[in-house]
């Protein structure tokens, strides 16, 4: 019975497909038809125009009163059928074929002029007849005809040839469409009753109300359809036949293997891998069938396991091509390149970024300190000087004197910490040394500062120096605020290889895992990882140690 219903279904869907085909093919010859007959009437009407303008213009350059196309009343042309529109009549080409005693084609062709008057000039246009006469490619039944406002004929009817056909009425669906000017095809009834193949369109010309239509009986385009389907039915029967003859011997051997290998198949199309392939059936075919469908499923499961590993980021993971023509195990290996790489350049630009942002700061540190020391301490000097030579009492000099000198002193430490003079002149170790001793001075903690670094032949780029400076003045500043400690013990020793520091306090101690990520931490963190160095901070109750490695570059 499936076979019987698939053989039926095909056949069906392929009489269906073909009739389909054959109606577009059929619209669309109809369709090129109509378009040639109209292109060559309006070009033939667009002649005449021309012609008659023409010869409109030598009468109205000499006396067109005189011209014997000259009427103040056009209607006088026309006859009960047909009259011209009241009021102004626009220059243009006018039906008048419903005045035609034989129903021969009739245009009027009027030029309206600035007195009131009118050219006209009456005539027939056979030529538009014979245009429509050429039936090449319309077979038995087809014709091209024309039809005007009022939906009746306009041309001779291919099946009443002795009709007038003015006073044949054609009020079908593409007569009604194409007076509305729509350019279409379909399939309907035409004046006759019958059903037709049709194209239409407007014929576009001024001020004349045609439509255009190329038909063709549906019966005798469906001819071939017929004989078709016949052959359809011929065929259907013996595949039927055959099929039924073959299918209780085949069913066994081929139709259960395959219908498992569909639903495996299937089940894999959904996404399920977790399938049991290990199938032996007589067909040896069949059996290499199954050996190839457990070869495929764990080539997928593979490159399954592989992309997992990928999307989690492993990019340490590895994936063994099951051969040369392995395109997904490639597109991801390529995939896995891509992302090593785009993850190198990610750290490389996040690194070139940090130090861009790192050597901007300290560059407008730098000029903020050479602001404060070369700007306002010569003023505020100059300030001091002033006072002590100001006729003032003695008392309120002092005082004077007092908020100036701790002004300086203040300028001088905002500089200092802006950018120490000694980090520019002499490096990280004086300049770190005399910060110490500013603290020892201001503090009551015991800070021991021992300094192994080559002052006079360093390796040490400037960029290290102030890296090294804002890491212990971090420590220092962080250990003042919140450790309360009473000890310091701060090392700087320089290698040939690297620089390392040391740095330990006996404070109260942090949680280093949850610290804030927007704290001093995380600065000091960032500044070594600009030199590809090593940090190490560890934390407890009993207090802090910090260390620090920077390779340097030979």
Known sequence: MLIILTVSVLSVFFYMQFQKALNERVLLHLASIKNLKCVQIEHYLDMEWQGFMERTEEARDSDYKDSKLYTEHPNDLTCEAYRFPKGPIKSGVYDMTPCDEEGKIRLAFLRNLENGGYLVEVKRMDRIQEILLERTGMGNSGETYLVGGDSSLRSVSRFFPVEIPSRILAH?????????????????????????????????????????????????????????????????????????????????????????????????????????????????????????????????????????????????????????????????????????????????????????????QENERKRLSRELHDGLGPLLTTLKMSVQSAHLDDDEKMKLKRMVDDTIQEIRRMSYNLMPHALIDFGVGMALGNFVEMIRRSSQLDIQYENSTDEEDSDLSPEVHICIFRVCQELLNNTLKHAEAKKIRLSLTEFEDKLSLYYYDDGKGFEVDESNPGSGLRNIRERIEVFNGYCSIQSSEEGTVVEVEIPIKP
């Open 172 to 360: 079908t669906q593409g007569v009604i469409k194409s007076l509305a000017g729509k350019d279409s095809t379909g399939m309907f009834m035409d004046y006759r009753g019958v059903k037709v193949f049709s194209a239409y369109q407007k014929i576009h010309v001024p001020q004349l109300k045609w439509g255009i239509l190329s038909e063709i009986d549906v019966s005798e385009v469906n001819k071939p359809l017929q004989e078709m389907r016949n052959n359809l039915l011929v065929i259907t029967l013996l595949v039927l036949f055959m099929s039924i003859s073959l299918s209780v011997f085949l069913t066994d051997i081929f139709s259960k293997p395959l219908m498992k290998m569909r639903n495996l198949l299937h089940s894999m199309a959904v996404g399920n891998y977790n399938i049991d392939t290990n199938e032996s059936y007589p067909a040896r075919e069949i059996t290499q069938m199954f050996t190839a469908l457990a070869e495929l499923k764990r080539s997928i499961n593979g490159a399954i396991l592989f992309s997992h590993e990928l999307g989690r980021m492993n990019l340490e993971a590895t994936h063994e091509l099951s051969g040369k023509n392995d395109v997904l195990g490639k597109s991801l290996i390529v995939m896995q390149q891509r992302l090593n790489e785009f993850k190198k350049k990610e750290a490389q630009n996040r690194l070139l970024s940090k130090q861009s942002l790192i050597t901007g």
